[in-house]
């Protein structure tokens, strides 16, 4: 763990480690995987180096510069975030803001950068290790208000991070409140995995009846409030402390949806996902995003193939009732877009995954079927091989190569 954590990074509080790890089944136990370090985490090569550097009298340099290659090497942005999903203002990169689709926003405030507990397999490790230069914050909302209104395409902003959650209410409303001047502005996100690791935020905390008020005010305003939860696994919405929570943010007119990925060793089994799901919709969120881990971090721990992944969606999905079924998945987030795994089609040329863009950075890419050809093994969209009839603008969108829409710049969206 002290090797791990000098390259990702480690946090777990006490809810976490009394409420959702049995101990009596450590190191085995999904909620144990999805906090602690793991052997096999850390290239063996690379972790031996480590311990070598760190317990010798080495120059400090020499370890600091042997951190900064594993980092590298873990793919710290995948899918162009940092080159592709930064706009400009008047020939200025904005800090802390991505705009990767047209009607949807990211917003990073500088405060919301830390989580109250750190998933082992988190695609955004790079928040939290202390480089600025790796790291999405916006010191505040101004550059960004001024961005929305000269985008009035953007009608969904999501808040991210990190956990904005981890602010206090008076913090936050200073990154919410202002969004309500931007009429153009009809969806306001918040992405948390606070109702798993910290529900107490808005139950019992000192300035939890506080937030829910923030939530009805922007509900009042005629917007859409959406808490985008973060569930990886049954046991984190079993608590009386988290259902609590679900129930006060569902009372202030807000609505819950429920996202998390297909994590190896955590949540890869279709019983698991079934009981969620099922779970969720019990407590009145809706299920969401079933997602394909992103290839970042510690990836080769935790990666499931992609047919594999489609089979326990499937096995998992046919056993929903109808209300569940709101649920899409296995879906990539690459630098395209939003990718989904429809199945595997047996033809006389050969076994193909159906794939679909479910959401893309070049508009008329939306809901564009397509083909690559079968592979066992493969986890993630770079393993995957086009089938030749591909159109030639989702081939170069695939393939990260601009496309021919007028939006899109190479860099995300500009003014």
């Known amino acids: 763990m002290r090797l791990h954590s000098l390259v990702l990074p480690f946090r777990v509080n006490e809810y976490v480690l009394s409420e959702l790890i049995d101990w009596s089944r450590v190191p085995g136990d999904p909620m144990y995987q999805l906090v602690f370090p793991q052997p096999g985490m850390i290239d063996a090569g690379d972790e031996k180096e480590l311990a070598r550097l760190s317990q010798s009298r080495a120059d400090a340099g020499e370890l600091a510069a042997l951190i900064a290659r594993i980092r590298r090497a873990m ?32 917003y990073f405030p500088v405060h919301g950068q830390s989580c109250h507990a750190y998933c082992t397999y988190c695609f955004r490790w790079a928040q939290f290790i202390g ?13 960004l208000v001024t961005y929305l209104r000269s ?8 808040i991210t991070g990190g956990d904005p959650m981890i602010m206090s209410t008076a913090r936050l409303d200073e990154h919410v409140r202002p969004l309500l001047s931007v009429s153009s502005v009809r969806t306001i996100r918040i992405g948390t995995k606070s109702l798993a690791y910290w529900p107490q935020r808005f139950s019992t905390d000192a300035d939890a009846d ?7 005010d922007v509900v009042r305003s005629g917007r859409t409030l959406a808490v985008m939860a973060h569930f990886s696994h049954p046991r984190e919405i ?13 009372s202030a007119g807000a609505v819950v949806y429920c996202q998390a990925p297909l994590i190896g060793h955590v949540n890869d089994d279709p019983a ?5 799901w099922r779970k969720e919709l019990a407590a009145g969120a809706v299920p969401y995003y079933l997602f394909i881990a992103r290839d970042t971090g510690p990836y080769e721990y935790f990666r499931v193939s992609l047919d594999r992944a489609g089979r326990i969606f499937t096995e998992a999905y046919r056993d929903l009732p109808g209300l569940a079924r709101t649920v899409r998945g296995p879906v990539m987030s690459v630098t395209a877009g939003k990718v989904v795994v429809d199945g595997v089609e047996e033809t006389s040329q050969g076994r193909f995954f159906q794939l679909r863009m479910l959401q893309a950075r070049t508009p008329n890419l939306v809901g564009r ?16 091989t086009l089938h030749p009839d591909t159109p030639p603008d989702l081939v170069a969108a695939i393939h990260g190569v601009p496309g021919t829409d007028e939006s899109w710049t190479g860099r995300g969206f500009v003014s």
């Open 131 to 143: 480089d600025p230069d790796l790291r999405f914050a916006a010191p505040g909302p101004d550059w």
């Open 151 to 158: 985008h009035a395409e953007v009608s969904d902003v999501l």
């Open 238 to 250: 079993d608590t009386d402390l988290a259902r609590r929570g679900l129930s006060r943010i569902l």
């Open 75 to 106: 793919n710290p942005h995948p899918s162009g975030q940092r080159e592709l999903n930064v706009p400009t203002l008047d020939g200025v990169r904005l800090p802390g803001i991505q705009h990767k689709y047209r009607e949807t926003l990211l």
């Open 210 to 216: 506080d937030l829910l008020r923030l939530f009805e």
């Open 272 to 276: 698991v996902w079934s009981d969620l």
């Open 369 to 384: 079927p397509f083909r690559a050809h079968y592979s066992a093994d493969a986890a993630w969209i770079d393993d995957l």
